[in-house]
Protein backbone atom coordinates (compact mmCIF):
# COMPACT_ATOMS: atom_id res chain seq x y z
CA UNK A 1 0.00 0.00 0.00
CA UNK A 2 0.97 3.49 -0.15
CA UNK A 3 1.51 5.74 3.13
CA UNK A 4 2.89 8.61 4.40
CA UNK A 5 6.50 8.42 5.87
CA UNK A 6 8.54 10.39 7.77
CA UNK A 7 11.79 11.17 7.22
CA UNK A 8 12.87 13.19 9.45
CA UNK A 9 11.98 16.70 10.75
CA UNK A 10 10.15 18.73 8.13
CA UNK A 11 10.68 15.71 5.57
CA UNK A 12 7.76 13.57 5.02
CA UNK A 13 6.58 11.33 1.74
CA UNK A 14 4.07 9.23 0.17
CA UNK A 15 6.23 5.55 0.23
CA UNK A 16 5.37 1.70 -0.45
CA UNK A 17 4.77 -0.08 2.60
CA UNK A 18 3.39 -3.28 3.64
CA UNK A 19 -0.24 -3.48 3.69
CA UNK A 20 -1.31 -3.95 7.09
CA UNK A 21 -2.14 -7.83 8.48
CA UNK A 22 -4.05 -9.01 10.95
CA UNK A 23 -1.82 -9.91 14.06
CA UNK A 24 -4.31 -10.31 16.63
CA UNK A 25 -7.57 -12.12 16.99
CA UNK A 26 -9.21 -9.11 17.64
CA UNK A 27 -7.62 -6.78 14.65
CA UNK A 28 -9.78 -5.55 11.87
CA UNK A 29 -7.79 -3.97 8.78
CA UNK A 30 -9.63 -0.87 7.65
CA UNK A 31 -9.58 1.09 4.01
CA UNK A 32 -9.10 4.12 4.64
CA UNK A 33 -11.81 6.90 2.94
CA UNK A 34 -10.68 9.93 4.74
CA UNK A 35 -8.13 10.95 6.96
CA UNK A 36 -7.19 14.79 8.72
CA UNK A 37 -4.05 16.65 9.20
CA UNK A 38 -4.11 17.23 12.97
CA UNK A 39 -2.41 20.21 14.74
CA UNK A 40 -0.58 17.75 17.15
CA UNK A 41 0.21 16.24 13.71
CA UNK A 42 2.54 19.13 13.72
CA UNK A 43 4.44 18.28 16.77
CA UNK A 44 5.87 15.10 15.35
CA UNK A 45 6.41 16.70 11.78
CA UNK A 46 8.32 19.27 13.66
CA UNK A 47 10.72 17.14 15.72
CA UNK A 48 9.61 18.45 18.80
CA UNK A 49 8.37 14.95 20.07
CA UNK A 50 10.72 11.95 21.20
CA UNK A 51 11.02 8.40 19.53
CA UNK A 52 9.74 9.91 16.69
CA UNK A 53 11.21 7.00 14.23
CA UNK A 54 11.81 7.12 11.11
CA UNK A 55 9.80 5.28 8.67
CA UNK A 56 6.76 5.60 10.95
CA UNK A 57 3.15 6.23 9.52
CA UNK A 58 1.50 9.63 10.63
CA UNK A 59 -2.44 10.16 11.17
CA UNK A 60 -4.80 10.04 14.31
CA UNK A 61 -7.85 10.99 12.26
CA UNK A 62 -9.66 8.62 9.93
CA UNK A 63 -12.50 7.06 8.91
CA UNK A 64 -12.47 4.26 6.32
CA UNK A 65 -14.71 0.77 5.71
CA UNK A 66 -13.50 -2.82 6.84
CA UNK A 67 -11.89 -4.77 4.60
CA UNK A 68 -10.79 -7.63 7.38
CA UNK A 69 -11.53 -8.86 10.77
CA UNK A 70 -9.94 -11.48 12.99
CA UNK A 71 -11.58 -14.34 14.01
CA UNK A 72 -12.92 -12.52 17.66
CA UNK A 73 -14.51 -9.54 16.25
CA UNK A 74 -18.24 -10.00 17.06
CA UNK A 75 -19.07 -6.20 16.17
CA UNK A 76 -17.65 -5.62 12.88
CA UNK A 77 -18.16 -7.64 9.71
CA UNK A 78 -16.51 -6.30 6.37
CA UNK A 79 -17.78 -3.56 4.61
CA UNK A 80 -19.17 -1.68 7.58
CA UNK A 81 -17.79 1.93 7.32
CA UNK A 82 -16.26 2.67 10.26
CA UNK A 83 -14.88 5.98 12.41
CA UNK A 84 -11.93 5.57 14.81
CA UNK A 85 -11.41 7.01 17.67
CA UNK A 86 -7.73 8.05 18.21
CA UNK A 87 -7.26 6.33 20.90
CA UNK A 88 -6.41 2.80 21.03
CA UNK A 89 -7.13 0.68 24.05
CA UNK A 90 -8.40 -2.31 25.54
CA UNK A 91 -11.79 -1.72 27.01
CA UNK A 92 -11.31 -3.80 29.94
CA UNK A 93 -7.91 -2.37 32.54
CA UNK A 94 -9.11 -0.48 35.29
CA UNK A 95 -8.90 3.07 33.38
CA UNK A 96 -11.12 1.73 30.42
CA UNK A 97 -13.49 0.49 32.68
CA UNK A 98 -13.64 4.02 33.97
CA UNK A 99 -14.20 5.20 31.12
CA UNK A 100 -10.51 6.83 30.81
CA UNK A 101 -9.75 5.47 27.16
CA UNK A 102 -7.04 7.38 26.18
CA UNK A 103 -5.51 6.31 30.02
CA UNK A 104 -5.66 2.21 28.71
CA UNK A 105 -2.81 0.19 30.91
CA UNK A 106 -2.91 -2.48 28.48
CA UNK A 107 -1.89 -0.57 24.59
CA UNK A 108 1.45 0.68 25.40
CA UNK A 109 5.07 0.45 27.16
CA UNK A 110 4.89 3.56 28.45
CA UNK A 111 1.28 3.76 29.84
CA UNK A 112 2.41 5.31 33.16
CA UNK A 113 1.87 8.24 30.87
CA UNK A 114 -0.36 7.64 28.34
CA UNK A 115 -2.06 5.06 26.78
CA UNK A 116 -2.29 4.11 22.57
CA UNK A 117 -2.82 6.78 19.80
CA UNK A 118 -2.93 6.14 16.22
CA UNK A 119 0.42 7.34 13.98
CA UNK A 120 1.71 9.43 17.47
CA UNK A 121 5.31 8.18 17.70
CA UNK A 122 6.35 5.26 19.84
CA UNK A 123 5.76 7.45 23.09
CA UNK A 124 2.18 6.41 22.55
CA UNK A 125 2.63 2.69 21.40
CA UNK A 126 4.01 3.01 18.29
CA UNK A 127 0.84 2.40 15.96
CA UNK A 128 0.87 3.21 12.44
CA UNK A 129 -1.76 6.32 11.57
CA UNK A 130 -4.42 6.13 9.03
CA UNK A 131 -2.35 8.64 6.52
CA UNK A 132 -2.16 5.59 4.45
CA UNK A 133 -4.54 3.88 2.32
CA UNK A 134 -4.97 0.95 4.50
CA UNK A 135 -4.02 0.83 8.62
CA UNK A 136 -4.51 -1.97 11.01
CA UNK A 137 -6.99 -1.39 14.15
CA UNK A 138 -6.56 -3.32 17.48
CA UNK A 139 -9.53 -4.29 19.59
CA UNK A 140 -11.83 -3.43 16.99
CA UNK A 141 -14.76 -5.14 19.51
CA UNK A 142 -13.41 -1.55 21.44
CA UNK A 143 -13.20 1.59 19.74
CA UNK A 144 -14.50 1.57 15.55
CA UNK A 145 -18.31 2.36 15.84
CA UNK A 146 -20.51 1.83 12.41
CA UNK A 147 -20.68 5.33 10.85
CA UNK A 148 -24.27 6.37 10.99
CA UNK A 149 -25.88 6.46 7.81
CA UNK A 150 -27.49 10.15 7.99
CA UNK A 151 -24.22 11.49 9.33
CA UNK A 152 -21.29 13.21 6.68
CA UNK A 153 -18.50 11.54 6.11
CA UNK A 154 -15.78 14.43 6.72
CA UNK A 155 -18.36 14.73 9.92
CA UNK A 156 -17.83 11.58 11.34
CA UNK A 157 -14.10 12.22 10.38
CA UNK A 158 -13.72 15.33 12.77
CA UNK A 159 -15.75 13.32 15.05
CA UNK A 160 -12.32 11.05 15.80
CA UNK A 161 -10.20 13.77 17.38
CA UNK A 162 -10.78 17.46 16.92
CA UNK A 163 -14.73 17.78 17.42
CA UNK A 164 -14.31 15.54 20.38
CA UNK A 165 -11.05 16.98 21.76
CA UNK A 166 -12.62 20.55 21.61
CA UNK A 167 -15.74 19.06 22.91
CA UNK A 168 -13.98 17.12 25.87
CA UNK A 169 -11.84 20.61 26.37
CA UNK A 170 -15.30 22.80 27.54
CA UNK A 171 -15.95 19.86 29.86
CA UNK A 172 -13.09 19.89 31.46
CA UNK A 173 -13.44 24.05 32.02
CA UNK A 174 -16.05 23.34 34.38
CA UNK A 175 -18.27 25.93 32.57
CA UNK A 176 -21.44 27.09 34.65
CA UNK A 177 -24.03 29.44 33.52
CA UNK A 178 -23.15 32.56 32.43
CA UNK A 179 -19.47 31.94 32.62
CA UNK A 180 -16.56 33.53 30.59
CA UNK A 181 -14.47 31.33 28.75
CA UNK A 182 -11.08 32.85 27.27
CA UNK A 183 -10.00 29.72 24.61
CA UNK A 184 -6.27 29.93 23.62
CA UNK A 185 -6.06 28.78 20.15
CA UNK A 186 -8.58 29.19 17.32
CA UNK A 187 -7.15 26.14 14.88
CA UNK A 188 -9.71 22.77 14.92
CA UNK A 189 -9.39 22.00 18.35
CA UNK A 190 -9.90 25.49 19.39
CA UNK A 191 -12.83 26.19 17.16
CA UNK A 192 -14.80 23.67 18.96
CA UNK A 193 -13.74 23.71 21.95
CA UNK A 194 -14.98 27.69 21.94
CA UNK A 195 -18.53 26.08 19.93
CA UNK A 196 -18.96 23.86 22.49
CA UNK A 197 -18.55 26.12 25.64
CA UNK A 198 -22.00 27.54 24.40
CA UNK A 199 -23.19 24.29 25.01
CA UNK A 200 -22.04 23.90 28.39
CA UNK A 201 -23.84 27.16 29.65
CA UNK A 202 -21.09 30.15 28.83
CA UNK A 203 -22.30 33.41 28.82
CA UNK A 204 -19.12 34.69 26.86
CA UNK A 205 -16.50 32.94 24.82
CA UNK A 206 -13.20 35.01 24.02
CA UNK A 207 -10.77 33.37 21.19
CA UNK A 208 -7.29 34.18 21.35
CA UNK A 209 -4.75 33.51 18.46
CA UNK A 210 -2.59 35.99 16.30
CA UNK A 211 -3.43 34.86 12.58
CA UNK A 212 -6.94 37.17 11.56
CA UNK A 213 -8.26 34.06 9.34
CA UNK A 214 -8.69 32.15 12.00
CA UNK A 215 -10.09 34.59 14.23
CA UNK A 216 -12.65 35.64 11.52
CA UNK A 217 -13.78 31.73 11.78
CA UNK A 218 -13.95 31.98 15.34
CA UNK A 219 -16.34 34.63 14.82
CA UNK A 220 -18.52 33.16 12.66
CA UNK A 221 -18.12 29.34 13.13
CA UNK A 222 -18.32 29.62 17.14
CA UNK A 223 -19.87 33.20 17.76
CA UNK A 224 -17.20 34.18 19.90
CA UNK A 225 -14.96 37.77 20.42
CA UNK A 226 -11.41 37.53 19.64
CA UNK A 227 -8.37 39.30 20.55
CA UNK A 228 -5.07 39.20 18.11
CA UNK A 229 -2.30 38.97 20.66
CA UNK A 230 0.08 39.93 17.95
CA UNK A 231 -1.76 43.16 18.32
CA UNK A 232 -1.57 43.82 21.95
CA UNK A 233 1.42 44.62 24.30
CA UNK A 234 0.55 41.79 26.79
CA UNK A 235 -2.01 39.56 26.25
CA UNK A 236 -2.58 38.47 30.01
CA UNK A 237 -2.93 42.05 30.51
CA UNK A 238 -5.66 42.16 28.16
CA UNK A 239 -7.61 39.26 29.00
CA UNK A 240 -7.82 40.73 32.72
CA UNK A 241 -8.80 44.36 30.90
CA UNK A 242 -11.85 42.46 29.34
CA UNK A 243 -12.94 40.68 32.30
CA UNK A 244 -13.35 43.33 34.87
CA UNK A 245 -9.29 42.92 35.90
CA UNK A 246 -10.85 39.67 38.05
CA UNK A 247 -9.49 37.05 35.00
CA UNK A 248 -11.74 34.56 33.05
CA UNK A 249 -13.22 31.52 35.22
CA UNK A 250 -12.23 29.14 32.92
CA UNK A 251 -9.00 29.13 29.99
CA UNK A 252 -8.83 26.32 27.56
CA UNK A 253 -5.53 25.97 26.07
CA UNK A 254 -6.29 24.02 23.03
CA UNK A 255 -2.53 24.74 21.51
CA UNK A 256 -0.19 22.85 23.33
CA UNK A 257 3.82 22.36 23.13
CA UNK A 258 4.42 24.66 20.38
CA UNK A 259 2.71 27.87 21.00
CA UNK A 260 5.38 30.79 20.60
CA UNK A 261 7.45 30.85 23.24
CA UNK A 262 10.65 32.28 23.92
CA UNK A 263 14.30 31.80 22.03
CA UNK A 264 15.27 29.29 25.02
CA UNK A 265 12.04 27.63 25.51
CA UNK A 266 12.43 26.59 21.52
CA UNK A 267 16.07 26.06 21.94
CA UNK A 268 15.62 23.74 24.82
CA UNK A 269 12.66 22.04 23.66
CA UNK A 270 13.14 21.28 19.56
CA UNK A 271 16.90 21.24 19.35
CA UNK A 272 18.44 19.65 22.76
CA UNK A 273 14.69 17.90 23.54
CA UNK A 274 15.14 19.38 27.03
CA UNK A 275 11.14 19.85 27.07
CA UNK A 276 8.17 18.81 25.56
CA UNK A 277 8.00 22.42 23.60
CA UNK A 278 7.42 25.70 24.44
CA UNK A 279 4.67 26.28 27.67
CA UNK A 280 4.11 29.52 27.03
CA UNK A 281 0.08 28.58 26.38
CA UNK A 282 -0.12 27.12 29.69
CA UNK A 283 1.40 29.60 31.25
CA UNK A 284 -0.93 32.07 29.88
CA UNK A 285 -3.65 30.07 31.25
CA UNK A 286 -2.78 30.33 34.07
CA UNK A 287 -1.87 34.09 34.43
CA UNK A 288 -5.52 35.04 32.99
CA UNK A 289 -7.75 32.96 34.54
CA UNK A 290 -9.35 34.24 38.21
CA UNK A 291 -7.88 33.51 41.66
CA UNK A 292 -10.04 30.19 41.95
CA UNK A 293 -10.77 29.38 38.33
CA UNK A 294 -10.56 26.19 36.42
CA UNK A 295 -7.54 25.60 33.46
CA UNK A 296 -8.50 22.81 30.63
CA UNK A 297 -5.77 21.82 28.58
CA UNK A 298 -6.37 19.52 26.04
CA UNK A 299 -3.55 20.60 24.06
CA UNK A 300 -0.68 18.19 22.98
CA UNK A 301 2.27 18.46 25.13
CA UNK A 302 5.14 16.54 25.12
CA UNK A 303 6.61 13.74 27.98
CA UNK A 304 9.36 15.68 28.85
CA UNK A 305 8.37 18.72 31.36
CA UNK A 306 8.39 21.82 30.88
CA UNK A 307 8.96 25.07 32.73
CA UNK A 308 4.91 25.60 33.89
CA UNK A 309 4.50 28.39 36.29
CA UNK A 310 3.00 25.90 39.07
CA UNK A 311 3.71 28.39 41.72
CA UNK A 312 1.46 30.68 40.42
CA UNK A 313 -1.75 28.10 39.69
CA UNK A 314 -1.16 26.96 43.56
CA UNK A 315 -1.24 30.12 44.94
CA UNK A 316 -4.38 30.98 42.63
CA UNK A 317 -6.31 28.22 43.76
CA UNK A 318 -6.37 27.13 40.17
CA UNK A 319 -8.53 23.53 39.50
CA UNK A 320 -5.87 22.25 36.31
CA UNK A 321 -8.06 19.60 34.28
CA UNK A 322 -6.16 17.91 31.43
CA UNK A 323 -6.16 14.66 29.81
CA UNK A 324 -6.11 13.17 25.83
CA UNK A 325 -9.53 13.09 25.27
CA UNK A 326 -11.77 9.26 25.33
CA UNK A 327 -13.16 10.00 22.31
CA UNK A 328 -15.66 7.92 22.36
CA UNK A 329 -17.18 8.35 25.47
CA UNK A 330 -18.09 12.16 23.85
CA UNK A 331 -19.76 10.78 20.54
CA UNK A 332 -23.14 10.09 21.92
CA UNK A 333 -24.36 13.54 22.98
CA UNK A 334 -21.98 14.92 19.94
CA UNK A 335 -23.98 13.14 17.32
CA UNK A 336 -27.37 14.54 19.15
CA UNK A 337 -26.03 18.15 18.84
CA UNK A 338 -25.27 17.32 14.77
CA UNK A 339 -28.63 15.73 14.00
CA UNK A 340 -30.35 18.37 16.03
CA UNK A 341 -28.52 20.51 13.83
CA UNK A 342 -27.16 22.94 16.19
CA UNK A 343 -23.80 22.57 14.23
CA UNK A 344 -22.17 21.24 11.17
CA UNK A 345 -18.27 20.01 12.14
CA UNK A 346 -16.72 19.81 8.59
CA UNK A 347 -17.99 23.82 8.19
CA UNK A 348 -14.13 24.24 9.41
CA UNK A 349 -12.59 21.94 6.64
CA UNK A 350 -10.91 24.17 4.06
CA UNK A 351 -8.30 21.99 2.05
CA UNK A 352 -9.22 18.44 0.66
CA UNK A 353 -5.40 16.81 -0.95
CA UNK A 354 -4.59 13.49 -2.47
CA UNK A 355 -2.66 11.67 -0.35
CA UNK A 356 -0.03 11.55 -2.92
CA UNK A 357 0.56 15.27 -2.22
CA UNK A 358 0.64 14.77 1.56
CA UNK A 359 4.65 16.47 1.88
CA UNK A 360 2.53 19.96 0.55
CA UNK A 361 -0.19 19.12 2.41
CA UNK A 362 2.01 19.43 5.54
CA UNK A 363 3.66 22.31 4.32
CA UNK A 364 0.44 24.20 3.51
CA UNK A 365 -0.79 23.39 7.23
CA UNK A 366 2.43 23.78 9.43
CA UNK A 367 3.10 27.41 7.45
CA UNK A 368 -0.56 28.53 7.75
CA UNK A 369 -1.01 29.02 3.78
CA UNK A 370 -3.98 29.74 1.81
CA UNK A 371 -5.63 30.55 4.94
CA UNK A 372 -5.77 26.77 5.73
CA UNK A 373 -7.07 25.80 9.27
CA UNK A 374 -8.29 21.93 8.52
CA UNK A 375 -6.99 19.65 6.29
CA UNK A 376 -8.58 16.23 4.64
CA UNK A 377 -6.26 13.40 3.23
CA UNK A 378 -8.02 11.42 0.60
CA UNK A 379 -6.15 8.21 -0.44
Known amino acids: MRAMTYR ?4 VRVEEKPDPRIEHPNDAVVRVERAAICGSDLHLYHGMMPDTRVGHTFGHEFIGVVEEVGSSVSSLTVGDRVMVPFNVYCGSCWFCARGLFSNCHNVNPNATAVGGIYG ?3 TTGG ?4 QAERVRVPFADVGPSVVPE ?3 AEDALLMTDALSTGYFGAQLASIHEGD ?6 AGPVGLFAARSAWFMGAGRVIVVDQLEYRLEKARTFAHAETINFAEVDDVVLEMKQQTDFLGADSVIDAVGAEADGNFTQQVTASKLKLQGGSPT ?3 WAIDGVRKGGTVSAV ?3 GPIPSAVKFGDAMNKGLTINTNQAPVKRQWPR ?3 HIQAGHFRPSDIVTHRIPLEHIDEAYHLFSSKLDDCIKTVIVP
Open 127 to 130: YDGG
Open 281 to 283: ALN
Open 299 to 301: GAY
Open 180 to 185: TVVVLG
Open 8 to 11: GPYR
Open 120 to 122: YSH
Open 334 to 336: LLE
Open 150 to 152: WLD
